[in-house]
Nanobody, 118 residues
Framework: DVQLQASGGGLVQAGGSLRLSCVAS????????IGWFRQAPGKEREGVSC????????YYGDSVKGRFTISSDNAKNTVYLQMNNLKPEDTAVYYC???????????WGQGTLVTVSS
């Protein structure tokens, strides 16, 4: 079965840091791009960052550039999202997903809640 297990969320003060992890299983990791999305209450889901496990290409949303860093450990089928200088507006449920670069099929994991207090 395909699984994307996100973890690492929590409560942090503004200016603090958290590292999210997304552990993938059940598919060929190197054939996918792994991304992080977030959804705050009452808002639409927003793309945060994405990394291609195949060639390492990286994307960041404008709101997180310079503060968040995505990385991939292909040996562990894991993608990390290092979040620094967190702001209250970063509060959201963060989801990881995987997109096949071959079939464009998308898999979603469960979310992990990040709460940033002011």
């Amino acid at each position: 079965d395909v699984q994307l297990q996100a973890s690492g969320g929590g409560l942090v003060q503004a200016g603090g840091s958290l590292r999210l992890s997304c552990v993938a299983s059940g598919f060929t990791f190197d054939d996918h791009a792994i991304g992080w999305f977030r959804q705050a209450p009452g808002k639409e889901r927003e793309g945060v960052s994405c990394i291609s496990a195949n060639n390492g290409k990286i994307y960041y949303g404008d709101s997180v550039k310079g503060r968040f860093t995505i990385s991939s450990d292909n040996a562990k089928n894991t993608v990390y999202l290092q979040m620094n200088n967190l702001k209250p507006e970063d509060t959201a449920v963060y989801y990881c997903n995987a997109i096949s670069i071959i079939s464009r099929r998308v898999f979603w994991g469960q979310g992990t809640l990040v709460t940033v207090s002011s």
